[in-house]
């Protein structure tokens, strides 16, 4: 349990959000060319970081907006929130 | 057996006032090279061992666990176990288990209070209804028992459930697993600890694995706390740190670790014999032999290894609970704890070799892993042993999330396990 800043509602109690698990995953430009192994990579592998990892959360009982997270998952500290589209933090 | 268990031994130890029991297993150094490993030394680790071991006379191996012996998710679950499940492929899994579990003590000769109070799950709307007397007759079709009982015959069963229309959820209906129960999680391990120890399995605890060595295609052994160790044959049964592991050998794997969180209540007398476990509402009830109240409750949506949990996650479990059982309102509420629990997209497990020749996973068991335990290490022994799955463990490999051939339980038939 922890309080997450979101980018446009400031700080707010994270049972107001929800996760969208890892960021950053690129949906496939070509999905029809893509080999079952490249399907199963893009739908079902996950980095499962136990440390530091980049993840989608939305402000589902707040502003509905989606945005990004850097969150260290071996002891829930967050260490940056950053908007859609925005490059994420090089750390 | 060196040191048989038996009443016979309690009453000569009981002279010495029980000072003299023997150690149920050593505390060894770990060699220099094993036949095989097997990382985590939980109920599914210890199993594992103790069945290659036992089967596939596999006794030059080692059991490597970061902490103590089942204090992971084997002392962390509810202990719940049965095997009402839908697929066949499951329902073949999860029965094997429960057969064993059936002759654990005895075959152990250590008590693992393995008692088969039933369990019951209940329907609150006409989806749930369909839904289970669909797996019912599903059950029923792969030979493990199950009943459908209406609304009277589970306030029958179980009295103090509030079977009122008005409540919010209201109690339309439920299934029963006579069969199914409870054990007592710590002893299991312990049991299959000390058999395993007995056959001359290393059981080696503060032991972290930091490293998995390997030449091309062939792992070669594994970088510990305690030195490198030579091996050609990995078992991994970490559980939630199953994606740590993996990551150490350059695999990933389809999983995500969540905090799974449980609670138990002051002792009280005995008020509930049975286990009731309610999909809709997320609730699941049971009173342990201390008589407090065993309850389980959800996942946080979001990965974490913190083994805490969220509050408001408890706090939808217990106002359900209430609902349900209104009698329990003033009940104070004792100890809270998390488990990491690692949960596959389809909540089936896998059991299963990899495209790394001489390593192994048993993982992905998710929010249920307890009861499958014996079934879990017998299977996971065979694999390693042959280097080929059980027909059981087969539907289980890693290969399902490429062909796409899922075991989808978590749609159709048990959210809460």
Known sequence: MFLINCPYCGERDQSEFSCGGEAHIIRPKQPTELSDDQWAEYLFMRKNIKGVQFERWNHAHGCRKWFNMVRDTSNDKIHAVYKMGEKPPVE | ?417
Not at chain 2, 69 to 87: A, E, F, P, V
Not at chain 2, 303 to 328: C, M, N, W
Not at chain 2, 399 to 410: A, I, K, T
Request: hydrophobic fraction near 40%; proline fraction near 3%.
């Open chain 2, 1 to 417: 057996m060196k040191n048989k268990y038996s009443i016979f031994s309690l009453i000569k130890n009981a002279f010495s006032l029980h000072e003299n029991w023997k150690q149920a297993w050593g505390d060894p150094e770990p060699k220099k090279e094993y036949e095989a490993i097997i990382i985590g030394g939980g109920g599914h680790g210890l199993a594992t061992a103790y069945y290659l071991a036992k089967k596939h006379n596999m006794r030059n191996i080692a059991v490597l666990e970061k902490g103590w012996i089942g204090g992971g998710n084997t002392g962390r679950n509810t202990t719940i176990i049965r095997s009402n499940y839908l697929w066949d492929a499951s329902a073949g899994l999860y029965d094997h288990a429960l057969k064993i579990w059936e002759n654990l003590s005895q075959e152990l000769n250590y008590n693992i209070m393995f008692s088969q109070r039933g369990v019951m799950n209940l329907a609150h709307n006409l989806q749930d209804v369909r839904d289970l007397k669909r797996r019912t007759h599903a059950n029923r079709l792969n030979g493990i028992d199950a009943v459908w009982l209406n609304t009277d015959q589970v306030k029958e069963f179980c009295p103090i459930i509030n079977t009122s229309p008005d409540i919010r959820y209201p109690v339309l209906g439920g299934t029963l697993q006579r069969r199914a129960g409870t054990a007592r999680h710590d002893a299991v391990a312990w049991g299959y600890a000390r058999g395993a120890d007995e056959m001359g399995v290393d059981i080696i605890q503060n032991c972290e694995v930091k490293g998995i060595k390997r030449n091309g295609d062939q792992v070669e052994g594994v970088e510990t706390s305690k030195g490198f160790i030579k091996t050609k044959k990995i078992g991994v049964v970490a559980a939630g740190h199953s994606s740590v592991i993996a990551n150490m050998a350059g695999l990933k794997l389809p999983l995500e670790s969540k905090p799974l969180q449980a609670l138990v209540s002051e002792p009280v007398k005995p008020i509930i014999d049975t286990v009731v476990m309610s999909n809709a509402v997320h609730a699941y009830v049971s009173q342990s032999d201390k008589g407090e109240l065993v309850i389980g409750a959800g996942t946080d949506a979001y990965v974490s290894y913190t083994q805490r949990g969220s509050h408001d996650v408890v706090e939808g479990t217990l106002k359900a609970i209430l609902e349900l059982y209104p009698i329990f309102s003033r009940m104070k509420m004792l100890r809270q704890w998390g488990g990491i629990v690692d949960i596959c997209p389809d909540a089936s497990p896998i059991i299963s070799k990899t495209n790394i020749k001489g390593l192994y996973f048993n993982c992905g068991w998710g929010t249920g892993g307890f009861k499958a335990t014996p079934g879990s290490g017998d299977l996971f022994a065979h694999t390693i042993a042959n280097d080929e799955p059980h027909k059981l463990n087969a539907a289980f490999n890693l290969n399902r999330f490429v062909s796409g051939d899922l075991v989808d339980e978590h749609g159709a038939a048990a959210v809460a396990h």
